[in-house]
């Protein structure tokens, strides 16, 4: 079945710093890859959807200066949160999907604990 | 605004017992909705997933149904075991496949 990978599993740093986040779709090419956050005991919120080769469409209420997101070839979609503070602490987890928007199945990745001190 | 609730926030039940989740969600324009499981720290697993067209899925011991026109949808387990504690996601997809998840029921099931 189709694979999709997340690094770090999981990470800490200092408020301030940026931190990169990788998801990479290990067998399939995926068009589209999406991002979502969970805070704890709380459901996924949709961040931003890319696109490969195209710029992000982002979320309302969602900061694209602060969460950076690359999609530059159809495995490869990278997160940057960038002057991380204690708030941005959550778990980011990424999907994917290959094909067109006709294609229903998104694959999950198995997601990012960020910790910033 | 597409808005996904889910009842119970959490359920426990002794193992062998049959039980039902339930979603429900404000606009009945949806493409497809799935459920998916969850376990702690983990990513996200998809169980069953219903096109808008279609009324219900089984997959062993998983039934999902969908009653679109009422916003309606639920997770049937029979005899639930220990291995199915989790927490338990819908979630209605838009247009360019963007997923509404609901809030999640989180699932105990005890030997």
Partial sequence: ???????????ICKSGTSVKIECRSLDFQATT?????????????????????????????VEK???????????????TVTSAHPEDSSFYICSARAGGPGTDTQYFGPGTRLTVL | ?????????????????NLVLNCSFTDSAIYNLQWFRQDPGKGLTSLLL???????????????SLDKSSGRSTLYIAASQPGDSAT?????????GKLIFGQGTELSVKP
Wanted: charged share 15%; proline share 4%.
């Fill in chain 2, 50 to 64: 219903i096109q808008s067209s279609q009324r219900e899925q089984t997959s062993g011991r998983l039934n999902a």
């Fill in chain 1, 65 to 79: 200066d602060k969460f950076l997101i690359n999609h530059a070839s159809l495995t490869l979609s990278t997160l």
């Fill in chain 1, 1 to 11: 079945g189709a694979v999709v990978s997340q690094h770090p599993s999981w990470v």
């Fill in chain 2, 1 to 17: 605004k597409q808005e996904v609730t889910q009842i119970p926030a959490a359920l426990s039940v002794p193992e062998g017992e």
């Fill in chain 2, 88 to 96: 338990y996601l819908c979630a209605v997809s838009r247009q360019g």
């Fill in chain 1, 33 to 61: 890859m999406f991002w979502y956050r969970q805070f704890p005991k709380q459901s996924l919120m949709l961040m931003a959807t890319s696109n490969e080769g195209s710029k992000a469409t982002y979320e309302q209420g």
